[in-house]
């Protein structure tokens, strides 16, 4: 399991938005590790605001240790932290799970489109450079409340055999065995993070409200990438349960993590 969570953020509202915009495109891999953000100019043409604003978002984004601002470069993206503690669990175990909250939620499709990978999906995916995937942004409901605001990048070979209307009423995992998609296995991660402009405004929370993060990249029988899920979960509307068994004998007996069904 690794844990990023931010630690404080910029002064001004603009700030603000930026810090939120970028700290969760690195952490969805939109921006891998070792890769340069885009300079102050396009930023600010891209959010509208000053380069003044940019530096602010950029100085707290350091301030995180979440990039490093080398002079007359730009900024580069770091390697998140981690305590060499990972949690794995048996994803045969999780399968009906994630099966039956797709089934007992519904979902309203926010967008859907194709086009080329982004560079850090496209290394977590294997995908060949400009390789194009579907990209699509959900959010799934319980009793009428939000609780998930979720984006998928599927490569555009397995995602074109679905639509945008069975993608807003079927849980992706059946589209996937639909398409002839043997799902083997996954990895997870789960951090914390803090609710940008249009994720607020999707989950009906206050911007800068704590969220929790998880990405998966999930697998074929074939090893192959077929999906990267970047989700983020109100954490009053849901959680992530884990049973522990004791296992082994003598010396070697431990603690052994199995991640249960979320609420």
Do not use: C
């Amino acid at each position: 399991m690794t844990i990023h969570a931010p630690k404080t953020l910029p002064e001004g509202g603009k700030a603000q938005r930026v810090y939120l915009s970028l700290s969760n495109e690195i952490s969805n891999g939109v921006y891998a590790a070792g890769t340069m953000l885009p300079g102050e100019n396009r930023l600010a043409e891209r959010f509208g605001v000053s380069r003044i604003t940019i530096r602010r978002a950029l100085d707290a984004l350091a301030a995180d240790q979440r990039i490093e601002k080398k002079t007359g470069a730009g900024s580069i993206v770091l390697k998140p932290h981690e305590d060499g503690t990972k949690i794995a669990a048996n994803f045969a175990t999780l399968m009906p799970q994630l099966v039956e909250m797709g089934q007992s939620t519904t979902a309203r499709l926010l967008s859907f489109s194709y086009g080329p990978a982004p560079g850090g999906i496209a290394t977590d995916l294997n995908l060949g450079k400009g390789q194009s995937v579907q990209t699509a942004i959900r959010v799934r409901y319980a009793d009428g409340k939000p609780f998930s605001h979720l984006t998928t990048h599927v490569p555009e070979d397995i995602a074109r055999h679905y639509d945008e209307a069975d993608l807003a009423t079927q849980p992706l995992f059946q589209l996937f065995e639909r398409s002839g998609v043997s799902v083997q296995s996954a990895y997870q991660t789960v951090s914390a993070t803090l609710a940008a402009p249009d994720v607020a405004d999707a989950l009906e929370v206050s911007v800068g409200a704590p969220l929790l993060s998880l990405r998966r990249i999930v697998r074929d029988i074939n090893g192959r990438g077929i999906e990267h899920l970047s989700a983020l979960y109100r954490p009053d509307l849901f959680r992530l349960e884990m049973n522990l068994s004791r296992v082994g004998a003598g010396d070697a007996r431990h603690w052994e993590p199995v991640i249960g069904a979320p609420e």
